[in-house]
């Protein structure tokens, strides 16, 4: 009878030491730089950033509904900074080698690297993340959280909506010192 339950305890500690996840997520590095000295950071409605047109379909009206909110992340990299641009990047690359981001593709513009990623299914998206970096300006990532968005209503949606100026003016000067 010790033996099977010493076996049974083992097992168990084996199973939660092997369940228990000491990597770092997106959520958590997003609430870790919340406040965090040097970082920029906020969480935007989508609401104060996108009005549709006046003749917008119906879709696009149920697209918009489907996102809920943006966070965003920013360290702007400085002299003064350039050991912990180097780690927060580390960091964000890190993350995003768990297999839960998929990843939707890469671009290079104007010396900013940017990778987007998606969780959820293809046709159900739950999230989109845009991850940036540049060794001129700094290191960021803006995740777009939603319920089931639908990844071809969304550039349709992109493509038949405007953004409201002084939002986005607002949006900007948050991120400028």
């Not at 939660?16 to 906020?42: D, H, I, P």
């Not at 920013?74 to 981001?101: D, G, P």
Request: hydrophobic share 40%; net charge positive.
């Amino acid at each position: 009878m010790i033996k099977s339950s010493t076996i049974l305890s083992f097992l168990l500690i084996v199973f939660l030491a092997t369940s228990c996840n000491n990597g770092k997520s997106l959520q958590k590095y997003l609430v870790e730089t919340s406040g965090k000295e040097g970082f920029m950071t906020g969480d935007i409605p989508v609401s104060s950033l996108i009005s549709a047109k006046a003749n917008v379909s119906e879709d696009i009206k149920e697209t918009i509904k489907s996102i809920k909110k943006i966070n965003v992340v920013f360290l702007a990299k400085t002299a003064e900074n350039e050991a912990m641009y180097e780690a927060e990047k580390k960091t964000l690359k890190n993350i995003f080698t768990n297999k839960a981001y998929k990843s939707l593709g890469k671009v290079k513009a104007q010396g900013m690297n940017i990778n987007v990623y998606y969780t959820g299914e293809t046709d159900s998206l739950d999230e989109v993340i845009a991850f940036g970096y540049s060794n001129k300006t700094g290191v960021g990532v803006a995740r777009l959280l939603g319920e089931n968005m639908n990844p071809a209503k969304m550039i349709e949606m992109l493509q038949n909506i405007t953004m409201d100026e002084s939002n986005v003016k607002n949006l900007g000067n948050m991120f400028n010192n």
